[in-house]
């Protein structure tokens, strides 16, 4: 939304940013993820594992629904399962971004089921049921807007200028891990119109 300030016009827009990141460590995952922006309002986390190629049954159920790379989200908590079904003893260990010494959020996400308790608090109208969500739509927000702001406050995020941006993921140590992480960072670009000239924020 256009707003009026100090004798210019403030234009907000998001932008996003998109990480795809080969996994390499077997054990806790550490990725250093830094975009240097005035306000960072959400981040978007998901894995990938190609799928298997075999002709078992089990697996062509599986690939059935495989659609494409981008609409496949691997979750940890079907894992060594022939027919997709959720496995607590592999579900994730803990997610969660660090930023300096702030974490987001305060205690690190424990379990899919708590992820997709903050992907429904940030997005209420989500058509993701909870049953696509542990097989093939696990995905995790962590939403860095300031609590209560309203949507026509500009640079809600926080600022991320000069500072460390980590993702931290761990999954059971006897569960298999996935072989890519994709991230997409939403922020705020700010275009300020004077009657001289334009000024372009990030």
């Not at 990725?31 to 978007?44: A, C, P, Q, T």
């Not at 027919?83 to 987001?104: E, H, M, P, W």
């Amino acid at each position: 939304m256009m707003t009026q300030e100090n004798g210019s016009y403030k234009i907000p827009i998001n932008v996003f940013t998109s990480i795809y990141q080969t996994l390499l460590s077997k054990g806790p995952i550490d990725i250093n993820i830094s975009k240097s922006v005035h306000s960072l309002d959400r981040v978007y986390v998901s894995f990938y594992t190609k799928p298997l190629e075999t002709t078992g049954i089990p697996n062509k159920i599986k690939q059935a629904i495989y659609l494409k790379e981008f609409n496949y989200f691997f979750s940890p908590a079907v894992q060594n399962d022939p027919f997709c079904r959720y496995q607590a003893s592999t579900d994730v260990t803990r997610i969660g971004l660090k930023l300096g010494s702030l974490n987001f959020p305060d205690s690190p996400l424990t379990s899919n089921s708590l992820c997709y308790y903050y992907l429904s608090k940030v997005h209420p109208e989500t058509s993701i049921s909870l049953k696509e969500y542990h097989t093939t739509k696990f995905i995790s927000v962590f939403d860095l807007e300031r609590a209560g702001a309203s949507w026509d406050i500009l640079a809600r995020g926080i600022d991320t200028n000069n500072k460390n941006l980590s993702l931290i993921v761990e999954f059971p140590t006897d569960a298999s891990k996935p072989q890519y992480v994709h991230v997409v960072m939403q922020n705020e670009l700010m275009i300020n119109i004077f009657n001289t000239h334009v000024d372009i924020l990030e």
